[in-house]
């Protein structure tokens, strides 16, 4: 499967978020041979959930697979992953990280998971990029809260 | 509350997981105050769940707090973090995190949480130590699998 197709699949599951009225944010655990072993989407709105990422949904959703099968594997993700999505695709070794795209958010995770061994591609897609603007922009107190960038009065007042 | 206190919440769950059979591993997310906002326990047997972990557990039972509560919060654990609960404490900005042990298991997560400005604490605890060398000795293949070391064969023979 190409990066494009893989990145496709992560979008789907981001849309079908946001028309939950969840954060739209997706992705998909795809392995070297063009299986997908996982998909899945941000959950903190579906499920009251500050673990549910993207990435760690489509974990999730993968089930318990052995560390070669991670080995093997390319996570695709709508947004560039958080500090705890970056750890969880460290601590499974998956060893390429295929990015929608970084300019709506962009934490440190994407230099440490090079600094790692981890191969890691931007793909800067517009698709992606409009999705989550117009998130932020609608719903600016969830997207802080995911973050965990702010207290208590902006998420209130974000409301 | 005191360490040893926080630590011994944390430690009651890695003992209800060993109970029911999964990983003893388990934390506890205390508020300055004392207020013990969430609790929990590695899930992976119990779930099939990779990224249901001691922290992470904690982390989803505490539910959706805003970032000032995680801020003045510690975050105990049985067993040194992995790099997955070493990025959801980073994520939501816990500034002290106080651990059990690190001599069964110890990844880069410790020196990254400091190198990034987080407090953390090594208690050296013997009843945390004992019980998870225990259950590394009973049952080492679903170990390995929870740290994402070994390759399918390795697996099975743990098992």
Known sequence: MDDAAGLAIAFKEAKKS???GGIPIGAALISSTGIVLGRGH???VQLDSPI???ETATLLNAGRL???T???STMYTTLSPCDMCTGAILLYKIRRVVIGENSTFKAAGEDY???RG?????MDDQECRTLMERFVRESPGVWWEDIGVVGEEKREEGR
Chains 1, 2 share one sequence.
């Open 113 to 115: 998971l090079r600094q």
């Open 52 to 54: 549910h990422h993207g």
């Open 18 to 20: 946001y028309e939950q």
């Open 70 to 72: 991670y080995a093997n």
């Open 66 to 68: 052995p560390a070669s």
């Open 118 to 122: 981890v191969e890691v591609v931007v």
């Open 42 to 44: 941000n959950q903190r």
